[in-house]
């Protein structure tokens, strides 16, 4: 079955702390997609990653295609950084016809 | 801004009505994917299409329709409502076909309350 699991689900931290969250998967992927949705229910792609690692400011993700695992990493941790982060897929094989299979998600608050 | 746009953002419904979601992609994008996002089963896909025509569908239940029109904007029509279906609606589009395998661009979503 084609499954995409985050950890943790919920994460709480002081602003300036290192955060880090983690996507691992179960099969095949082509492509694997960090999303950022806002309280207010808006939904931002942040990364597209086949391979190797992405950087976009204070925003870092990796992936390991061998152990099936990507994190998706924050410095300096910043309160406007508190949303829910959504790793996606695109199976190989399956999974609706090479479109996204969706975590659950993972809720960041970051306190002042 | 994304420069996706959907309509109506919140459709309060009841139950066994049927009601229409709207959907304009950005400028360029040929291709549009509908998601549904619920408490219970998070964003799952439900149906793509490029330029007019379907090109995947997900889990979408047979009561849902939907359509690309040839200005590209789409439309997401949900029938015979029932309770399960409310949730976020969100629109998402792309300037290919590639389905995953490239950047989507989210809309604000529609959010459906079924009473």
């Known amino acids: 079955k084609n499954e995409v699991e985050q950890s943790p689900q919920n994460l709480t931290a002081q602003e300036g702390e290192f955060i880090t969250i983690n996507c691992s998967y179960s099969?095949?992927?082509?492509?694997l997609h960090w999303l950022q949705q806002h309280p207010g229910g808006g939904i931002v792609s942040l990364f597209m990653?086949?391979?190797g690692k992405k950087k976009h400011g204070r925003l870092i993700a990796t992936i390991n295609i061998q152990e099936k695992h990507s994190s998706l990493h924050i410095t300096a941790s910043h309160p406007r950084d508190s949303a829910v982060y959504i790793c996606?897929?695109?199976?190989?094989?399956?999974?609706?016809?090479?479109?996204?299979?969706f975590g659950k998600g993972t809720k960041l608050s970051v306190k002042p | 801004d994304s420069g996706v746009t959907q309509t109506p953002k919140h459709l309060i419904t009841a139950t066994g009505q049927r009601v229409t979601l709207r959907c304009s992609p950005r400028?360029?994008?040929?291709?549009v994917y509908w998601y549904q996002q619920s408490l219970d089963q998070g964003l799952q896909f439900l149906i793509q299409?490029?330029?007019?025509?379907?090109?995947a569908k997900g889990n979408i239940l047979e009561r849902f329709s939907a359509q690309q029109f040839p200005d590209l904007h789409s439309e997401l029509n949900l029938s015979s409502l029932e309770l399960g279906v409310s949730a976020l609606y969100f629109c998402?589009?792309?300037?290919?076909?590639?389905?995953?395998?490239?950047?989507?661009?989210f809309g604000p979503g529609t959010r459906l309350l079924v009473l």
């Open positions: 400028s360029g994008d040929l291709s």
């Open positions: 299409y490029y330029n007019g025509e379907e090109r």
């Open positions: 099969v095949g992927i082509s492509a």
């Open positions: 998402a589009s792309s300037p290919g076909l590639a389905g995953g395998f490239g950047t989507q661009y």
């Open positions: 990653l086949s391979s």
């Open positions: 996606a897929v695109r199976f190989i094989l399956g999974g609706s016809q090479g479109n996204l299979i």
